[in-house]
């Protein structure tokens, strides 16, 4: 049934029009106005429709494109008059009289043409919708595309594609969410926008199991396809969230997998108050959209690898891996950096080299991991006391270094006459707060550690004018350091230049020396005065140098230390000591050798293996070795020195004290060490008779030996007065150039008035 607006003049004809046309509703117009009803077909007669001409005009173009078919009753010769109209206003007459079956037929006609016009209408609008939301699509879509290409971060990337698709759009909310591999298979979300976004907090996803992995989303990421629902209010797979959805006036939805790699799937969720929101070309370029964030996260991610490569490279090339503190390649650029920048800026600085005293004694005993920790505590106490602006760096093993750099604008340099000076006084006064820090015990669980350093300064450009220069500078003044006691710093003079390279001239020359066998053991005999016996023979290093002409430990002992060949060359020298004992015990069978450790080999892991070999290959028994520790080796770490020398004296070696008194041994101490012999250094000696209380000093020692049960050996004894002093305070062991100065192995077996075919058969042996 269609509604009909009839307006005819003679009510004679609208009475006929009812009678006629009984299944179609009518309504009529009052006076000149149209109604405000709707109806498909508007029926007049020439006086009405002149009448309403203009409603009807306004009424067309509302309904505009679809037809509103007007049918106009005329008289035959009215016909001509409405020609001109046929097909704009008026779209169809006819002539009075007609019949009812006339009348029906024009109006059917019109009503279907009504009703095509109206189905191309509503056919036009929807294009029209459809263009308008493809056309925002693509916005989204080119908006996205150039947040891709900007994005700094995931999240940010995200963030800002969700915030254009709401703005471009009239979408009520839209996430973005990634799968997570817990034991509930969620989702996780990630970004959302919209202004609905509470709705998101309360979703339960579930993308696997259960009854929330039936929903579009779950759907979309299992089967990397797009899900669309329509109407949520019908649609099925929408039951679980249709009550929350209506709550928030969500009546469509899209559901997109966004592929992040290859076990990593995410989902671009977007929701809409409409039903029917997404059309086919909407959803094909909101699935480019998803494509294109997808690809966004895989170019993000490899943009981030390759920074963090880059990072690792760069740290692996100018940072120390252990402390994180620069390296010596990132010093050196900044040391270059001083050069170029020299003219412009006129910096002066400063160059703190710093070497840990008693480093190595640690990390040898205790372990490089031990070592490693100590020396990461090392860095942060560095950086803890230094400027904010110093540059603090490792440069290797246990050596550090400080860069103080001055601009010309500084307030440390405008407010002196003298540069050099005020920078000098800074560096010195850093270096002293270094010493006292370093000087301060690490704690590292329940060991307590400590060290010293030794400190050597350069100043730029008053020692240098190349900056590159200043490591090497105050590298030799730290040796210089060192040299004069340690825990304490020097400047660099240029005197210092010709130390050093004297000094790396031995340096090589030991090296040699350890390839070439070149150290020779000479022995000084200790003498028992009561029965005038020889009853040991110390075995002394002396190293043969090209020349021909042999030096004395004084000569290259601390540069030995220093290279690491204090083991090697002690070793050599020992196995040389232990054949010339074992031909000398063929003759004097009670003959006993005494050697001195170092602090390097009284640390070494392998030392009573090492000793035990050499003894068993020239058939010698453990008892035929008198080992000496000096006091201050053995003070240095106590508790470990105690543990030591008891497994050297239950493995049958005899153990002595040596340079005893310039130590701080107590008595407790010595009482339970397990030592026979205590070795008085020679400085005590020197002095003696003439110094009363040099003597005094000698003879408490002897007194308090005899306490505890332990022999006495006087070092260094040249006079004869010294002699005599020492007999009569009842020291036995005499040790000195008295009796005789340490002699080759020839010379020895003379020494001992041996046969000369026992002369023959002391060998040095092949090292």
Not at 170 to 190: N, P, R
Not at 646 to 674: C, K, M, N, Q, V
Not at 727 to 739: H, M, P, S
Request: glycine fraction near 6%.
């Amino acid at each position: 049934m269609a509604r009909l607006l009839v307006s005819l003049t003679q009510p004679g004809n609208k009475q006929v029009f009812h009678e006629s046309l009984p299944q179609h509703e009518v309504i009529e117009a009052s006076g000149s106005c149209l109604p405000d009803e709707s109806f498909e077909i508007a029926v007049v007669d020439l006086t009405t429709f002149l009448l309403l001409r203009k409603d009807l005009q306004t009424r067309r173009s509302e309904f505009a494109p679809a037809l509103l078919p007007v049918l106009l009753l005329l008289q035959r010769d009215q016909a001509p008059w409405v020609r001109n109209l046929l097909g704009t206003e008026v779209h169809e007459i006819l002539i009075r009289p007609s019949s009812r079956l006339e009348l029906e037929a024009r109006v059917d006609n019109l009503l279907k043409l009504q009703a095509l016009s109206a189905q191309q209408r509503a056919d036009l609008n929807l294009s029209e919708i459809a263009r308008k939301r493809t056309h925002r699509a693509y916005q989204v879509l080119a908006a996205g595309n150039e947040l891709v290409l900007r994005g700094e971060s995931e999240q940010q990337l995200f963030q800002s594609v969700l915030d254009s698709l709401i703005s471009l759009s009239d979408y009520a909310l839209a996430w973005i969410g990634v799968t997570q591999e817990d034991q509930a298979q969620s989702m996780k979300i990630l970004a959302k926008a919209g202004g609905i976004g509470d709705y998101a907090d309360q979703l339960q996803l579930n993308w696997q199991n259960g009854l929330h992995s039936k929903g579009p989303g779950a759907v979309a990421v299992r089967t990397q396809k797009p899900v669309v629902c329509q109407n949520i209010a019908i649609d099925p797979v929408f039951r679980p969230w249709r009550r929350l959805a209506k709550t928030y006036g969500i009546q469509s939805a899209v559901a997109i997998p966004l592929i992040f790699g290859k076990d990593e799937v995410g989902l671009l969720a977007i929701y809409s108050a409409q039903v029917q929101a997404f059309t086919d070309d909407e959803v094909h370029l909101l699935e480019r959209l998803a494509a294109n964030i997808s690809f966004g996260v895989g170019t993000l991610r490899v943009r981030s690898h390759l920074k963090e490569q880059r990072a690792l490279a760069w740290n692996s090339a100018y940072r120390d891996s252990l402390t994180g503190l620069p390296n010596r390649q990132w010093v050196m650029e900044e040391l270059h950096k001083l050069d170029a920048e020299f003219a412009r800026h006129h910096r002066v600085a400063a160059v703190l080299f710093i070497d840990l005293d008693g480093f190595k004694r640690i990390n040898d005993s205790l372990g490089h991991e031990v070592g490693d920790n100590l020396l990461h505590a090392v860095a942060q106490r560095l950086e803890g006391v230094a400027r904010d602006e110093d540059f603090v760096a490792r440069l290797g093993g246990d050596e550090f270094l400080v860069l103080m750099r001055f601009d010309e604008s500084d307030e440390l340099i405008t407010s002196t006459d003298d540069p050099v000076s005020a920078v000098a006084q800074a560096a010195a006064n850093l270096a002293q707060r270094l010493i006292d820090a370093l000087k301060k015990p690490f704690q590292d669980g329940v060991l307590e550690h400590h060290l010293g350093a030794s400190i050597g300064i350069s100043l730029y450009p008053a020692d240098t004018t190349k900056a590159s220069t200043l490591v090497n500078c105050a590298d030799i003044a730290m040796y210089e350091a060192k040299s004069t006691g340690r825990g304490r710093y020097r400047f660099y003079y240029t005197e210092l230049s010709t130390r050093h390279r004297e000094k790396l001239a031995l340096k090589n020359d030991l090296y040699r020396a350890v390839d070439t066998s070149a150290f020779r053991a000479y022995f000084q005999p200790i003498i028992n005065i009561c029965s005038g016996q020889v009853e040991y023979i110390e075995a002394l290093m002396r190293l043969e140098l090209p020349d021909g002409s042999v030096a004395t430990p004084a000569y290259f002992l601390q540069t030995l230390e220093e290279t690491g060949l204090i083991s090697r060359s002690a070793q050599m020298m020992l196995k040389e000591a232990c054949s010339s004992l074992a031909h000398c015990r063929q003759i004097l069978p009670n003959l006993k050798l005494s050697v001195n450790l170092s602090a390097n080999q009284l640390w070494q892991a392998d030392l009573i293996d090492q000793l035990e070999d050499m003894l068993r290959s020239h058939d010698l028994p453990a008892s035929a070795l008198m080992l000496e520790v000096t006091e201050g080796y053995m003070m240095a770490d106590i508790r470990k020195a105690e543990g030591f020398l008891e497994i050297l004296h239950e493995r049958g070696f005899e153990i002595a004290i040596d340079d005893f008194g310039t130590g701080y041994s107590s008595l407790s101490r010595l009482r339970a060490l397990p030592v026979s012999k205590l070795k008085v250094d020679k400085s005590f000696m020197d002095k003696v008779p003439e110094d009363w209380e040099s003597l005094e000093m000698v003879k408490a020692i002897l007194q308090m030996a005899k306490s505890l049960g332990l022999d006495v050996v006087a070092e260094g004894i040249e006079t004869s007065s010294q002699l005599q002093a020492l007999v009569e305070a009842g020291c036995n062991l005499i040790q000195g150039f008295l009796f005789a100065r340490p002699m080759p192995a020839d010379e020895l077996l003379a020494y001992l008035n041996l046969p000369a075919t026992a002369a023959t058969q002391i060998a040095r042996p092949s090292v």
